[in-house]
């Protein structure tokens, strides 16, 4: 007997975004009001006065780039490495960037998802971490571990399924043999 589709998972009912939002820089919260309200934003950063400057001085530049989300790299970072092709935007502030069509169209959940994971770069940057560091791959570097990591587990606590979060870490930059080694450090069942 074929098995129901999966209902597509939610972000809580407090996470919104502003889904027309023009290229440009803004606050965090303009981007995504209220999200320094929600407790996954004080487990991320339980300081307080820490936790408010994340919410305050942090930026979302929306780019008219067909890509999904990222921390812009400082000056320094990109003179280290020059990526094949990658002309990412730089920034001395703390700034995640983000494509206009995935900020319009990615459903709530993803976005949530995504926020989290590049706040909690945010903070690790902020704590001195390297976030390129290329002596490991993608899937094993340290800081996208533990980025993934916080990702999963606000995802589990909202009862989104493993099929769900195997899709949902599956990245055209990895390779499938890569991707299985991330589920499987994460946890997540392959789906």
Request: glycine share 10%; net charge neutral.
């Given at each position: 007997m074929p098995q129901p589709p999966e209902e597509e998972p939610s972000a809580p009912t407090a996470f919104r975004v502003e889904r027309t939002l023009p290229p440009g820089r803004y606050p965090l919260t303009r981007v995504f009001p209220g999200l320094e309200k929600l407790?996954?934003?004080r487990r991320l950063c339980p300081e307080e006065p820490r936790r408010q400057m994340l919410a305050t001085e942090t930026c979302v530049e929306v780019v008219d780039q067909d890509l999904w989300m990222y921390v812009a790299p400082h000056e320094d970072a990109v003179q280290r490495r020059r990526r094949r092709g990658w002309k990412p935007v730089v920034s001395e502030t703390d700034c995640v960037v983000v494509g206009r069509s995935h900020l319009a169209e990615s459903p709530s959940i993803v976005l949530y998802l995504d926020i989290l994971h590049e706040l909690c770069h945010v903070c690790q940057r902020q704590e001195g971490r390297e976030l390129w560091d290329e002596t490991y791959a993608y899937v094993d570097r340290p800081t996208e571990v533990e980025a993934y990591r916080f990702a999963v587990e606000e995802a589990r606590r909202?009862?989104?399924?493993?099929?769900?979060l195997a899709g949902y870490l599956e990245v055209e930059w990895v390779e499938p043999a890569e991707h299985q080694r991330l589920l499987r450090t994460l946890g997540v069942s392959p789906a």
């Open positions: 407790p996954c934003f909202l009862g989104v399924s493993d099929r769900f």
